[in-house]
């Protein structure tokens, strides 16, 4: 209870009082300042009946505390001595908050280490930990991004008119990246973190909240739903990574499925297709066939080719030729893969890919010095073990 | 609130035609003179080459120098221009106009007192 009701209020408390005294840091350990207040007094005292008005209090005593012993912030005492409860529940607030952490002048790293900070409310220590970095590293980075903030003026607002699809763009990204970090974590010893997928999850929705009209956020939010819906089918009982084919789909949470394929109607119906649409879009029609055989691979197929003419990139042609092989088998697939070869070599699903589609073709020492690549190239646990475990399992055949 | 502008020397200027580079040339003067006019750069210069710089490096008080630029010959910078605007927003939109075929533009703000 205690948690929600921090999470809700913290990036609404951080984003108004920056809005108000445009200062990141200041704002930020007030908030924090407020929340310690909180956890000290709510337990042995009661939750109040409006939470999110004592933080609020408690945070503008802070500020007025600390602004009276810091001469250059005189001139905000006036203006957080006006602040109201109102003032704290204006919707657009969060919004420019959001775009101001995930401005393009940040780097990608630092836009997602502020946003994990200031927007979702996590810890310095939880970043680190979510990241395998050093806490130190990640402290560093939020510094120096919020004094960039500061000293280069980048504007706290919501973009407006061309300048919005673009920075809109942005902010899905660093949601869709700490997304991707938590469906299939880029190291460590878990190779899952479903605490990262519920952070993007929980930064979907307030977009979605935020920005009602774009179809963009929805399709993303439904996306992460679907791949949600799937979770309790991604590992084994020894804690394996299952792959899409081979997972039990009595496990998948049919109705969550339901709920996302809705919001992929919701956000089709605005007629503005989008990438993280048309990624919803396959991830559905995995999520609605009954067997792995009984997937329509021919409409996976035609999404691919819709979603290669939105995003041409190598990775999406590597996807679309996998779904191309159940169409018209292995060997015009592997023709197609075999074309990624200068840009994808370093990228170990490239390598793991080509490993299938050479077994399928009886063609077993190279798909395993194809399997050999792919395992050189990922640190993730639980793709390493599946790699290993088709390596053993290949090595009677070889010659 | 100023940012200037650090305008690298791109291809065009270091091994272009002799067209290309007055073609480019013309294309700034008018881009300077419209932003002049509509004040947003208060202040602006072209410099002469890289090779004519000489670098004072002064090390626990006493100075040397460097028959050199300070960077590096593929970054070197041409010219600057200060910018007067509202934000990073602002001064990066006006960047991003500058017309020349390649190069660079570091977008630096500038200490106010």
Redesign the interface.
């Known amino acids: 209870m205690l948690d929600r009701v921090f999470r809700e209020e913290a990036g609404r408390l951080t984003a108004s009082l920056v809005r108000l005294i445009g200062d990141f840091d200041l704002a930020e350990e007030l908030v924090s300042e407020a929340m310690v207040e909180a956890l000290e007094h709510w337990p042995s005292q009661g939750v109040p009946d409006r939470p999110a008005a004592w933080l609020l209090t408690t945070a503008r005593r802070k500020a007025l505390d600390r602004i009276r012993r810091q001469a250059r912030y005189q001139e905000k005492l006036a203006l957080l001595a006006a602040l109201s409860d109102e003032a704290s529940s204006r919707p657009d607030d969060r919004l420019s908050l959001i775009f101001t952490c995930c401005h393009p002048a940040l780097s990608r790293d630092a836009q997602i280490a502020l946003t994990l900070r200031a927007v979702v409310g996590l810890t310095t220590q939880e970043i680190a930990r979510a990241y395998l970095c050093p806490e130190a590293t990640i402290a560093k980075r939020i510094l120096r991004a919020k004094q960039k903030i500061v000293a280069a003026n980048i504007p706290y607002r919501v973009p407006e008119g061309p300048e919005l699809k673009t920075r809109m763009d942005e902010v899905l990204t660093v949601i869709y990246l700490v997304f991707n970090e938590g469906y299939l974590a880029t190291a460590g010893p878990t190779p899952l973190r479903r605490d990262l997928v519920l952070e993007a999850e929980w930064l979907a929705i307030l977009v979605t909240r935020l920005m009602p009209e774009e179809p963009e956020p929805l399709g993303l939010l439904a996306l992460i739903r679907l791949h949600l819906a799937r979770w309790p089918a991604r590992l084994d009982t020894s804690g394996r990574l299952v792959l899409l084919q081979d997972q039990d789909r009595s496990l998948w949470d049919r109705r969550a499925i339901g709920e996302a394929i809705r919001l992929i109607e919701r956000a089709a119906a605005r007629r503005h297709p989008g990438r993280y649409q048309v990624e919803a879009a396959i991830a559905a029609a995995h999520c609605e066939a009954p067997t792995w055989a009984d997937t329509d691979w021919r409409e996976v197929v035609d999404l691919y080719t819709l979603l290669l003419a939105i995003d041409p990139s190598p990775v999406v042609r590597l996807n679309r030729a996998i779904a191309v092989s159940h169409v018209d088998g292995p060997a015009p697939a592997l023709a197609e893969v075999d074309q990624l070869a200068g840009t994808l070599d370093r990228y170990h699903l490239f390598h793991a890919t080509r490993a299938a589609l050479l077994r399928e073709l009886g063609r077993a020492g190279e798909a395993a010095a194809a399997d050999g690549m792919a395992l050189e190239l990922t640190r993730n646990p639980g793709e390493r073990a599946l790699l290993e475990q088709r390596l053993a399992m290949s090595e009677p055949t070889e010659a | 609130?100023k940012?200037m502008l650090l305008l690298t020397r791109g291809e065009w200027q270091e091994n272009g035609t002799e067209d290309e580079r007055q073609r480019v040339f013309g294309q700034l003067m008018e881009w300077f003179t419209r932003q002049r006019a509509e004040s947003h750069v208060v202040e602006a210069a072209q410099l002469q080459p890289p090779g004519t710089a000489t670098t004072v490096v002064i090390e626990r008080g006493r100075s040397m120098l460097l028959d050199r630029p300070l960077l590096e010959a593929k970054e070197a910078i041409g010219g600057y221009a200060v910018l007067e605007v509202?934000?990073?927003?602002e001064a990066?939109a006006i960047a991003r106009t500058f017309p020349v075929p390649d190069g660079k533009v570091e977008?630096r703000?500038v200490v106010e007192r």
């Open positions: 609130m940012y509202d934000n990073l927003d990066i977008v703000p």
